[in-house]
């Protein structure tokens, strides 16, 4: 293997990490503080998830990396081959094959199953941040349970913009409690976050890990008159042809051309690979015959 | 009779320096508190300590919540104390600055209350956020502009608007016409009166303007040096000042 001991950290440093594992578990929603470390890469580049990943990895394990919904992106590519590296671990683009996998800003399309742990890398994990600057402030309001503010921001989006406008990071209320910031997935992917799957959340530079239990209550916060939508582009996937996936758009010449495609690529092989076929797409395997 | 708020032997230390010190006072259901005195006299201080923003050293303020009947408020939980502040009470700042969010839009600033004590239609916010602009003299197409684009009257009066919103019981008022020129206080003081009569409000207002208390308050403490040195009926108190320092105090005004 590697002179690294097993996929990193030390193992104190694990056992740090996974104490405040199993508190966020057992209090949905709660930030719970941990000694986070500095990390080979960046602030910003997943120090809190590839933290929370470490201490989560078994030789056994087969990881899979997520970065904006694709395995083959930089921040995904440098984070598997990380792993790689430090751990000796199996690794996969395929998400049913995958037992953990690492994401940044999606949750794949195919529907986790209970034993897979999803981890996310999260920037800001504060969802009042940007409402209170002060965070003896906001962790009172978190204690007091006083959410009116998420609200005001609410109010103001669709009073500037005549709905909510907020299109990521969109706040949850879990199991009626905690307000929580789901990282920036796009708020097409809020109502997967009830899930089979443990889902935890890593923030490095903030130091806060959360968690969503399996099966755990998540609530998309709303106006009884201006209800939650899961939004996303009104096209289907030009490579794939599925209507139900959150797209990317992309932008293939300077006249004003542009394609829609799937943002989880895995998904959208596996569809080309059973024969569903887009708007644009050549057959599998065909791609450079033109 | 209940007295909404009972004051007993409120005092409050700055180390060796004195806040306030042995403050006593009931006010009943719609009356109007004026608390007069110079600069450092304590007046605020005390404001703060009833309003729970800052701990008391010794003493009691019991005040007869809507659900349990009286209660002390110092051995109340924060929660709950931060319940009352949102619901039951309003305080209002001098400086409009410290009590809006200035980057949030006028009717966001009304609705903060109402969506902090759950209510969570969009339409009827914006109709009790209009409603409350209207009777404070805002025109309804100014209810989407930022607080930065008002003048201080009229922030001023927006502040009022967020305050009594969730229709308080008791107003704290620290300074309300400070900083604000004559006939904007003139009109701001003619407003107050009208909601403190139509709502049944009962106040408590901290200014060094004699001409505020004259006209908004029933009765009126005299501070000097932390101590309340003269209480009365206000027209009883300005008309046959007792004490050296009040009689200093009525004779300094400026008569144009």
């Known amino acids: ?290 | 009779m209940t007295p909404l708020l009972q004051v007993k032997g409120l005092t409050k230390r700055y180390g060796a320096r004195i806040g306030c010190t042995a403050v006593n006072f009931d006010l009943f259901p719609g009356e109007v508190m004026g608390i007069v005195g110079e600069s450092g006299s304590g007046k605020s201080t005390l404001l703060n300590c009833l309003a729970g923003h800052l701990e008391a050293d010794a003493g009691s303020v019991v005040f007869d919540t809507r659900a349990e009947g009286p209660r002390d408020l110092r051995a109340m939980s924060e929660p709950e104390r931060r319940m009352l502040s949102r619901t039951d009470w309003a305080f209002v700042h001098q400086n409009p600055r410290d009590g809006l969010r200035m980057g949030v839009s006028a009717g966001g600033n009304v609705g903060e209350r109402l969506m902090a004590v759950g209510a969570r239609h969009y339409g009827g916010i914006r109709a009790q956020a209009l409603d409350w602009l209207d009777r404070v003299e805002i025109d309804a197409d100014r209810i989407d502009d930022r607080p930065t684009a008002f003048s201080g009257g009229m922030q001023q009066r927006l502040q009022i608007a967020r305050n009594l919103v969730t229709g308080p019981r008791l107003v704290f008022m620290d300074e309300p016409t400070g900083g604000l020129d004559v006939s904007v206080q003139a009109r701001l003081l003619d407003l107050l009166r009208g909601l403190v009569r139509e709502m049944g409000l009962s106040a408590v207002i901290v200014t060094h303007d004699l001409a505020v208390v004259r006209l908004l308050a029933h009765r009126l403490m005299v501070m000097k040096s932390g101590q309340v040195v003269e209480a009365g009926l206000t027209d009883q108190v300005l008309d046959d000042p007792q004490h050296g320092y009040t009689q200093l105090l009525v004779s300094s005004v400026l008569q144009v």
């Open chain 1, 1 to 290: 293997m590697s002179d690294y001991n097993f996929a990193y950290l030390d193992e104190q440093t694990k056992r740090m990490i996974r104490r405040a594992i199993l508190k966020a578990l057992a209090v949905p929603g709660y930030q719970v503080p941990f000694a986070s470390r500095e990390m080979p890469m960046p602030y910003g580049w997943g120090t809190g998830g590839v933290q929370v990943s470490a201490a989560c990895l078994v030789p056994e394990d087969r990881l899979k990396v997520i970065d904006q919904g694709a395995d083959d992106t930089t921040n995904a590519v440098s984070i598997r081959r990380f792993f790689e590296k430090t751990a000796g671990v199996a690794t996969t683009t395929k998400t049913t094959e995958a037992t953990l996998i690492q994401t940044r800003h999606r949750i794949p399309e195919e529907p986790l199953t209970r034993d897979q742990i999803l981890v996310y890398q999260v920037p800001i994990p504060e969802p009042l941040r940007f409402l209170e600057p002060r965070e003896t402030e906001t962790r009172k309001m978190h204690s007091l349970e006083e959410y009116g503010l998420v609200h005001v921001k609410l109010y103001e989006d669709i009073a500037r913009h005549g709905q909510i406008a907020t299109s990521y990071a969109y706040p949850v209320k879990v199991e009626g409690r905690y307000v929580m910031d789901p990282s920036p997935i796009p708020k097409f992917d809020n109502p997967k976050l009830e899930s089979e799957a443990i889902q935890l959340f890593g923030a490095g530079r903030e130091q806060r890990i959360y968690a969503l239990p399996p099966y755990c209550h998540v609530v998309s916060l709303d106006f009884e008159d201006h209800p939650f939508v899961a939004s996303k582009a009104d096209h289907a996937c030009d490579l794939c042809g599925s209507n139900s996936t959150y797209l990317d758009e992309v932008i293939v010449d300077d006249a004003g051309g542009r394609m829609f495609v799937c943002s989880d690529t895995d998904y959208c092989e596996g569809r080309r690979a059973a024969g569903h076929l887009g708007r644009l797409a050549a057959p599998l395997g065909q791609e450079n015959a033109a």
